[in-house]
């Protein structure tokens, strides 16, 4: 308790000084801050965004019990027939199971080139919406079209969205009729006739989305080459509060009930292949590098202030010596003074920031620009928060407080307690 | 399977004999082979005969020449064959860009071989074939009899229109209608998808031996979907040799042991 009685009288007695370094490492900080929930932000954009459409997620997954040995072994060209499995037979299982929100099949992605009023676009990237996937149906709007343009029946022309970009960039218009050429997931040659159903107006647009077409799941399905009957994996999306362990056993069960040997794992087992997720996931590690060689900088700072700091308070560290204070005991002082004082400017910092990031976030920057999508991660300027971003900035702070305390105060408490009587004399 | 049988009556006689007339002096005024008829002749055999002749044990020098709104693409190539096309190796001699980047077919998988790197990657047969109207399953996988299911759909007195199913979901087309002459050769391909959309064209002509038989030498493929772009693929020589099995793996692509 006298150590940190005699730590803050220290702070108080000092306190113009202190001031001084708690604005700094809250200046330090509070930029430190922006630059991290700058990344966390790219990262939610992505995954509201792009990634959302490009690699949906959901709580639970079922697949067939060799279903992912093969995708491991890369060898899912081959698995494609011996992993479909009845999809009607397994929703009808699983939604009637308590808990459960939502149940529907996905599929293998395949690009298609389209063929429209003799004009060619190539290499569009189709994917199939689920009439039961709220989760995508939320993340855009239709332009040009009916917000039910998903419901077609499985004999009628396909309905399909595109982005919105094509609407101003080519003569593509909303209810041009035209084919779809591609390959399917057998890689035998396959077509389909659609018409434009609108155009995508994605919430968190991306420019990797220019090239992304909607198409009811049923008739995706047969696009790929299988019937509608089959499918390789199925979502299982929970109701609100609703945790795997509450689940995934009676899922289990009821499918074995039905006679039915299948694979359900949960969300943290599945490997995400999202390469969108993985480049600004790259990103952050860069700026968590940058943010790294700002705390070195800082760290030569708050080694400069500390040994100047003592060498000012010969006079205090002398009257300690000559009270009987041992040099362990002044070492754990003014640590703790430095420390206290750094770490109050951090969290300074990080309350400034955090004003900062609703100030920014209610400004509700936004572009269409491809360079601002590519560095935001989407088309909103948006500053995300994680406990990462925290505990990165205080404990990196901390660590290197103490560090570089501990490093400079050896030689500072040099202090002879004759020298510091005669500097009181004085 | 259908077909169309004669219905031998008295009254018939006289035109058979006739037909019979018309065929043998076909046959003396220089046909390849005898012509077959309906009742000699099963779809899986026609397919069979026709592979012969048209994808004979060779290795064949080939031109592709791809047009797309105008603009002339030309390639050349080698193939050295086996199994029905069901073994293939090709390798480009025009243009430069493309010399060394080889193919390779085994059954249903295709490699290309990449100087670069020196290294073989897998693609997918249906892969166009430097952007021209050909797949790489097109060049490499024209083998009827594994991959398609034969029945005869018409017969006239000079050809025979087949349909061929696709035995398994892999095969590059879901469905092919082929006109075959009574000679075995290939006079019309069109290729089908799932929806039962005409996807391809293939047009055969120039019919003359350079080497491998009587067969037509060129072939033109072309797409209702795209009508601006075709591509013409002409046998320049045809060397019959069979090759052996040993040649037609990955690390041959780069060791070139059909060459030695």
Sequence with gaps: ?426 | MKHTRLRKNKYTWLGLALIAMCMWSASLAGAQSAPGNASTFSADEIIKKTEQLMYPNSKTDMKLESTYNGKIELYSFTSYARDNNQKIIVRFTAPASMVGSDLLMLDRNVWLYDPKSSREMKIPANQSFGGTGFSYGDILRLNFSDNFTASILSENADSWVLNLDAKLRDAPYHRIELTVSKQFYILLGKCYSRSGDLVKTMEYSKIADVGGGLKPLVVRVSSPLDPKEYSILTIVKESPKTYALNIFNKKNLSARMEEK
């Excluded at chain 1, 159903?197 to 696009?223: E, K, R, W």
């Excluded at chain 1, 030689?411 to 004085?426: F, H, M, W």
Aim: charge should be negative; aromatic fraction near 10%; proline fraction near 3%.
């Design chain 1, 1 to 426: 308790m006298l150590i940190i009685k005699l730590a803050v009288r220290n702070i108080f007695s000092h306190l113009r000084k202190n001031i001084i370094i708690v604005s700094v490492t809250a200046i330090v900080s509070f930029f430190l801050f922006l630059f991290l929930t700058f990344s966390d932000g790219e990262i939610e954009n992505v995954k509201k965004g792009v990634s959302s459409f490009y690699s949906p997620r959901a709580d639970a997954y079922i697949v067939h019990k060799d279903f992912r040995s093969l995708q491991y072994k890369s060898e899912s060209d081959d698995s494609a027939e011996s992993t479909a499995f009845p999809v009607s037979t397994i929703t009808e299982i699983v939604q009637h199971i308590e808990g459960v929100k939502e149940v529907f099949p996905t599929y293998w992605r395949v690009a298609a080139d389209m063929f429209v009023e003799g004009e060619k676009y190539l290499d569009f990237g189709i994917v199939g919406i689920a009439q039961d996937d709220s989760n995508l149906l939320s993340k855009f709007k239709v332009i040009d079209g009916s917000e039910d343009w998903y419901k077609a029946d499985i004999s009628a022309l396909t309905p399909i969205l595109v982005h919105k970009t094509l609407k101003n960039t080519t003569n593509i218009k909303a209810g041009d009729e035209l084919t779809l050429v591609g390959n399917d997931i057998f890689n035998q040659i396959t077509t389909k006739k659609g018409y434009i159903a609108g155009f995508i107006d994605p919430l968190q647009d991306n420019v990797n989305m220019y090239n992304m077409m909607l198409i009811p799941n049923t008739h995706y399905a047969s696009y790929i080459g299988y019937s509608n009957e089959e499918a390789n994996k199925i979502f299982v999306r929970y109701k609100k509060g609703i945790k795997d362990k509450d689940i995934l056993p009676r899922i289990n069960e009821s499918l074995k009930e039905a006679g039915l040997d299948l694979d359900v794992y949960s969300e943290q087992e599945e490997m995400h292949n999202d390469p969108w997720l993985m480049v600004f996931k790259l990103i952050r590690i860069i700026v968590v590098v940058a943010t790294l060689l700002v705390l070195f900088i800082t760290a030569f700072g708050i080694m400069n202030v500390t040994s100047t700091n003592l060498a000012e308070r010969k006079k205090e560290i002398g009257t300690y010596y000559c009270l009987g204070t041992e040099v362990p005991f002044l070492m754990s002082l003014y640590t703790l003074e430095i420390f206290v004082v750094n770490f109050a400017g951090s969290c300074l910092g990080i309350a400034f920031g955090l004003i900062g990031r609703v100030i920014i976030n209610a400004l509700k920057i936004t572009s269409s620009n491809p360079g601002f999508l590519i560095v935001v991660g989407g088309s909103h300027l948006y500053l995300g928060l994680s406990l990462s971003t925290i505990m990165w900035i205080l404990g990196g702070i901390s660590i290197l407080t103490i560090l570089t305390a501990l490093t400079t105060l050896g030689k500072g408490l040099r202090v002879s307690p004759v020298v510091a009587i005669k500097e009181t004399e004085q």
